[in-house]
C-alpha cells in the first residue's frame, strides 16, 4: 500500500518531504514507534526555552518568552480607575490574548484564529483563579482609586503549546512588572510622577514614594502534553498538534500544587494514569522553567 | 518649546541632520515565508511576509499578476497611553494602503500570475516614524522570503521645527504640529514612490526637507544591503559552500 517511495525508503531528502506531507499520521506514528520525534526529541522533553525581560522599553512591565519556535510578547499597562463598589479596595487585572496575522500562514486578515480567545480566556481563569495576584496590592486610595493592569499577550510566531508560552511570557511580565509611583493632588486626582520629580512636589501627599513591584504569591508554569494511542508527547509543535488532536494542558504552581487541568474532548479517552503521568511531566517541567525565569530576573537585575 | 537648542542639539540630543539608531534583523518569524524585525531608535516593527501563495477569495484573483495585500497594526502597548482600537481604525487602514502600494510599486508582479503575496506589518514600539520603519521591514522581509523585486525600497520622514530641517522625527518632534515629510524611494533607480506632507512649507524649504529625507533613505538603504549581504554570507555557511 502507498507508492514505493512513501515506506521508509529514503532515497532522497524529497521523498521524505513528500511522505511527511501526504501521510503525517504514519510518518510521526513512525517515529513515536521508535521512541522519538521528528525534531529528535524524546518523547517527555519539552522544546529549549528562553525568557527575555523588558522587552518593550515603553511598557510597565514586559517580557518575550520563546519556546522552541513559538514567540509570545507580553506587555502590561498600568492605568488608574475608580474601584468597584463591591471591592472598594482592591484593583483589577485585565488579560488579552492576540494572534495577530504575522504568526501563522492560517491566520488572515478578517479572519481571527478560532483558538485566540480560547487561550484569552485560559489565561484569564488560570491567573485569576490561583491567586497569583493580590487585588488588594492595586489599590491607591480605597472607594477612590486603583490600579487597572492591562495585560496583553501577543503572539509573534505560533509553533505549538501556544498557551505554555503564553503563561510563561504573562508570569515574568509580572515579576518585571513595576508599578509607577504616583502622588494625589488636592482635588482627589491621582498624578503620576515621573522618576525625576520625586522629590520636588511638597504640596503634595505622596501615597507611593518609589516604584515598586508587586508580590506574587505563587508562580504558574504549565505543560501542555499531547495523548495519542498510549504515547504522551510533551510539548507538541504546530504539526503534531494538528496530526494528533487530544492535548491536556496542566498548570502547577512553584510548590508544584494543582492549579488547573485542561482537556478539551479529544478522540483519545484518558484514564487516571494518564493523567497521572502527564502531572508528572509537568512537575518536572516546573522545575526547568523556574530556573529559566529566575536566571532571567538576575541577568535583568544585574543590569 | 524649542525643538532646536541654541547650540543646535534636539531633544534626544541629535544633531539636526542626525538620523536615529537603527537595527535591522532578519528571519525573525520561522513561520513566516520571510519576515524582519527594524528599530529605528525606539520605535520597533516586525514584518512578516507570506507567499507567493494560492488566493484566498477567488473573486479577487489577478490573471496575469500576483495580488498584494498588506495589514498594518499597532500592538496596545506600542504608544504611550493603551491603545483602544489598534487596527480598524482610519489611521491604520490609511497607513495599510499607503505600504501595500509602494512595495506594489517594486515587487515584479507579473512574474507570479494568479498567486498572492501578503504583508503583515505590527508595530511592537511606537515613537514616530512608524510609516517609515514599516516600509523599511517590508522590503527585508521581501527579501528574506525571496520575491522579486525591482529594487530595494526605503523609507525615511523628516520635518521643519525651529527654522531648521530635522532628519528622522521621533514622537515628540511629529506631534510638534510642524510639517512632516515622507519619502519613500526605490535607492538604485532613484525614484520616488512615496512622497506624503501635512502642514504648511514654502515650496524652497520643502524641497531641502525632502531631500534631506532623501539622504536619510540613501542612508537606510545601505545599511539593508549590509544587513542582507550578512545574512546571505551566513545561509551559505550554513549550506556548506
Known amino acids: 500500500m502507498g507508492s514505493s517511495g512513501a515506506s521508509g525508503n529514503l532515497e532522497g531528502e524529497m521523498e521524505v518531504d513528500a511522505f511527511r506531507r501526504l501521510f503525517p499520521l504514519r510518518f510521526h506514528e513512525r517515529h513515536l514507534l521508535e521512541s522519538i520525534r521528528p525534531d529528535a526529541r524524546p518523547l517527555e522533553r519539552a522544546r529549549e526555552s528562553t525568557v527575555a525581560l523588558g522587552a518593550v522599553a515603553s511598557a510597565d512591565g514586559s517580557a518575550m518568552a520563546k519556546i522552541g519556535h513559538t514567540t509570545m510578547l507580553a506587555a502590561i499597562k498600568m492605568e488608574v480607575m475608580t474601584p468597584s463598589s463591591e471591592s472598594p479596595d482592591e484593583g483589577c487585572v485585565a488579560i488579552d490574548f492576540h494572534m495577530p496575522p504575522i504568526c501563522s500562514p492560517f491566520v488572515r486578515p478578517g479572519r481571527p484564529a478560532e483558538v485566540a480567545p480560547v487561550i484569552a480566556k485560559q489565561l484569564s481563569d488560570a491567573i485569576t483563579s ?76 505622596p501615597v507611593i514614594k518609589e516604584r515598586r513591584k508587586l508580590t506574587l504569591n505563587c508562580i504558574l508554569f504549565s505543560l501542555t502534553c499531547i495523548l495519542h494511542k498510549k504515547y504522551i508527547l510533551a510539548d507538541p509543535t504546530a504539526e503534531e498538534e494538528s496530526v494528533m488532536e487530544t492535548h491536556v494542558t496542566v498548570v502547577l ?46 541577568d535583568m537585575e544585574v543590569d | ?33 520571510g519576515s524582519a524585525v527594524f528599530e529605528m ?169 525632502m531631500q534631506l529625507a532623501i539622504e536619510g533613505c540613501k542612508a537606510i538603504a545601505n545599511y539593508i544591503r549590509e544587513v542582507m549581504l550578512e545574512n546571505t554570507k551566513e545561509l551559505e555557511y550554513r549550506r556548506g559552500i
Not at chain 2, 2 to 23: F, K
Open chain 1, 253 to 298: 504552581d512553584s510548590s508544584s500544587r494543582l492549579v488547573s487541568l485542561y482537556k478539551p474532548g479529544g478522540p483519545v479517552l484518558a484514564y487516571a494514569s494518564a493523567v497521572q503521568d502527564c502531572i508528572a511531566l509537568t512537575r518536572h517541567r516546573v522545575k526547568e522553567l523556574q530556573k529559566i525565569l529566575n536566571e532571567a530576573i538576575s
Open chain 2, 41 to 209: 531608535g525606539n520605535t520597533k516593527v516586525i514584518a512578516a511576509v507570506y507567499g507567493p501563495r494560492e488566493v484566498q477569495n477567488r473573486s479577487q484573483q489577478i490573471n496575469d499578476q500576483a495580488l498584494v495585500r498588506c495589514e498594518y497594526s499597532m500592538a496596545n502597548f506600542s504608544t504611550g497611553d493603551r491603545m483602544r482600537k489598534p487596527k480598524g481604525d482610519r489611521r491604520s487602514t490609511e497607513i495599510s494602503l499607503v505600504i501595500r502600494q509602494t512595495m506594489e510599486a517594486c515587487i515584479l508582479t507579473h512574474l507570479m500570475p494568479r498567486s498572492q503575496i501578503d504583508i503583515f506589518v505590527q508595530v511592537l514600539q511606537a515613537d514616530g516614524g512608524t510609516r517609515s520603519a514599516c516600509i523599511n521591514a517590508a522590503t527585508l522581509a521581501l527579501a528574506d522570503a525571496g520575491i522579486p523585486m525591482r529594487d530595494i525600497v526605503t523609507s525615511c520622514s523628516a520635518g521643519f521645527l525651529n527654522s531648521t530641517p530635522l532628519l528622522d522625527l521621533n514622537y515628540v518632534e511629529d506631534s510638534a504640529g510642524g510639517p512632516d515629510v515622507t519619502v519613500g524611494i526605490l535607492t538604485k533607480l532613484d525614484k520616488v514612490t512615496l512622497l506624503q506632507m501635512d502642514s504648511k512649507l514654502p515650496m524652497d524649504i520643502f524641497e531641502n526637507v
Open chain 1, 130 to 205: 490561583s491567586g497569583m495576584i493580590n487585588l488588594k496590592e492595586l489599590s491607591l486610595t480605597t472607594g477612590k482609586a486603583a490600579w487597572m493592569a492591562y495585560l496583553d499577550v501577543y503572539c509573534l510566531d505560533a509553533d505549538g503549546a501556544l498557551f505554555d508560552a503564553a503563561l510563561l511570557s504573562a508570569v515574568a511580565a509580572f515579576s518585571h512588572l513595576q508599578i509607577p509611583a504616583v502622588s494625589i493632588n488636592e482635588d482627589g486626582r491621582v498624578v503620576t510622577m515621573s522618576r525625576e520629580d520625586g522629590d520636588g512636589k511638597l504640596a503634595n501627599d
Open chain 2, 1 to 33: 518649546m524649542e525643538y532646536v537648542s541654541p547650540e543646535g542639539l534636539r531633544l534626544d540630543g541629535r544633531r539636526p541632520m542626525e538620523m536615529r539608531q537603527i537595527r535591522a534583523e532578519i528571519g525573525a518569524v520561522s513561520n513566516a515565508d
